[in-house]
């Protein structure tokens, strides 16, 4: 049955995760867990794929000034979010990676760790709370702009093209630590874009394959936030940090190889 699925429907998704962002900001104020963050992030980001998909489509009523003002209330809520979810991530990494040799110094990162999560995770509920009314505003005056086409079908032939070429006009064969995670956020965002179309074989497939770049790029990035931050916080020879840094070039070369594998797909659209 999914397979027949032919369009998608870009307005009424947006207002769909829009709902869903003000649960999770809701739920995020009443108690900042790692699964709360986690999904306030993911879900701002969702928001932000499917607002860049609808300044691709034609036939749309004005609702670029709405556009930008949500983004723009989204950017520091989405940032500090990404700082309290990025330690998470790290305590987490600490405690799957450690040796009889480095246990306890492993202990005493993951509770110098701990500390700075508790403290940016006050900074984001701070400031979580008073951006809750401009961004619940934000949201209702882009959805209003847009209700008169709430309906608006979308091809889903048209989606995974216009995601694609949105992808590969802003793709370059990454050299660079800078490109290598520009890279990977591109190919979330392509891929939350393509999820929209939740019943769709065809935009399934496509978005596995940007999930697994954004997946193997996410893994390298996380291993080099953690081996910098061991760095700072350890002596510069403790074998913590070399342990860090042998996983980090581990998940390096595995991304390298699957942006290697994905390279003509990733490109094939950037001049049509």
């Not at 986690?38 to 691709?56: D, F, G, N, P």
């Not at 006050?122 to 309906?151: F, K």
């Not at 990977?184 to 394959?209: D, F």
Request: charged share 30%; net charge positive; hydrophobic share 35%.
């Amino acid at each position: 049955m999914a397979a027949g699925i032919s369009s998608a429907h870009p307005i009424e998704s947006l207002r769909g995760q829009s709902k869903r962002l003000e649960d999770v900001l809701a739920v995020c104020l009443a108690k900042p867990t790692p699964a709360a963050v986690h999904r306030l992030r993911t879900t701002i980001r969702r928001v932000e794929a499917q607002t860049k998909l609808l300044t691709q489509l034609r036939g749309l009523p004005p609702h670029d000034r709405e556009s930008r003002t949500l983004r723009k209330r989204l950017k520091k809520l989405r940032r500090l979010a990404g700082k309290v979810r990025d330690l998470d991530v790290q305590l987490d990494l600490i405690a799957t990676k450690s040796t009889p040799e480095t246990d306890s110094e492993a202990r005493r990162l993951r509770r110098r760790l701990k500390h700075q999560r508790d403290d940016q995770a006050v900074i984001l509920v701070d400031y979580a709370r008073r951006a809750h009314g401009p961004v619940s505003m934000a949201l209702e005056n882009l959805t209003t702009s847009l209700r008169s086409v709430e309906q608006f079908d979308l091809p889903i032939s048209e989606l995974v093209v216009r995601t694609k070429r949105w992808f590969a006009r802003r793709y370059s064969p990454p050299v660079s630590q800078n490109q290598l995670h520009t890279t990977r956020k591109l190919a979330k965002l392509a891929r939350y874009m393509l999820e929209s179309a939740q019943n769709s074989v065809t935009a399934k497939r496509m978005a596995k394959k940007f999930e697994d770049i954004q997946h193997k790029g996410g893994q390298w990035h996380d291993w080099l936030q953690l081996a910098a931050t061991a760095a700072d916080l350890l002596e510069r020879t403790h074998p913590l940090i070399k342990l860090y840094k042998q996983e980090r070039d581990v998940k390096l070369r595995r991304y390298r190889k699957a942006l290697a594998e994905q390279h003509q797909q990733l490109v094939g659209l950037k001049h049509a």
